[in-house]
Antibody, heavy 119, light 110 residues
């Protein structure tokens, strides 16, 4: 069974940092591109970032570019999101998501980890 | 990276069909056939319902179908059932190698 379990969320002051982790199991992690998607309370889904299979290439939404860094450790089957210079508008539930093997959909989602940025 | 445009809400009675539109630009929806749709029930993670504009993953009911014309994609749900009541989001790959979601549509089954 495919499982994606996020951790690392919490409360942080504006300007602070957090590192999210996502432990993957039930599939060959290194064969899949992975994403982070966020959802502010009561709001819609927003795509955040994507990483290729070996971690050599990443892309980001403009809203987080230069502040967030996505990475992966295929030996540990773990995905990461380093979030720096956090702002109130980064407050959201952050989902770790697997891309389909064909690369045209997001087929497995974790349950999310909540990040709250507030003074 | 503007969000794709979806109606805020749609509604229908059990057994009826409804269609949710998703309008983008020539840089996203109109640029390729990488449009997908997601269903999200309250408090739950989203679920992939349609990929590649019109393909259904294994296990998704054939009451769900997708299509695209120009810069607008559509999700049609036929034979509406109570359990279809949820939020629906479209998504597209873009010419900038990023992904973008629509704002979401709340489906109410009357």
């Amino acid at each position: 069974e495919v499982q994606l379990v996020e951790s690392g969320g919490g409360s942080v002051q504006p300007g602070g940092s957090l590192r999210l982790s996502c432990a993957a199991s039930g599939f060959t992690f290194s064969n899949y591109w992975m994403h982070w998607v966020r959802q502010a309370p009561g709001k819609g889904l927003v795509w955040v970032s994507r990483i290729n299979r070996d971690g050599s290439s990443t892309t980001y939404a403009d809203s987080v570019k230069g502040r967030f860094t996505m990475s992966r450790d295929n030996a540990k089957n773990t995905l990461y999101l380093q979030m720096n210079s956090l702002r109130a508008e980064d407050t959201a539930l952050y989902y770790c998501v697997r891309e389909t093997i064909t690369g045209t959909g997001l087929d497995y989602w974790g349950q999310g980890t909540l990040v709250t940025v507030s003074s | 990276q503007s969000a794709l445009t979806q109606p805020a809400s749609v509604s229908g009675s059990p057994g009826q069909s409804i269609t949710i539109s998703c309008t983008g630009t020539s840089s996203d929806v109109g640029a390729n056939n990488y449009v997908s749709w997601y269903q999200q029930h309250p408090g739950k993670a989203p679920k992939l319902m349609i990929y590649d504009v019109s393909n259904r993953p294994s296990g998704v009911s054939n009451r769900f179908s997708g299509s695209k014309s120009g810069n607008t994609a559509s999700l049609t749900i036929s034979g509406l059932q109570a359990e279809d009541e949820a939020d629906y989001y479209c998504n597209s790959y873009t010419s900038s190698s990023t992904w973008v979601f629509g704002g979401g549509t709340k489906l109410t089954v009357l």
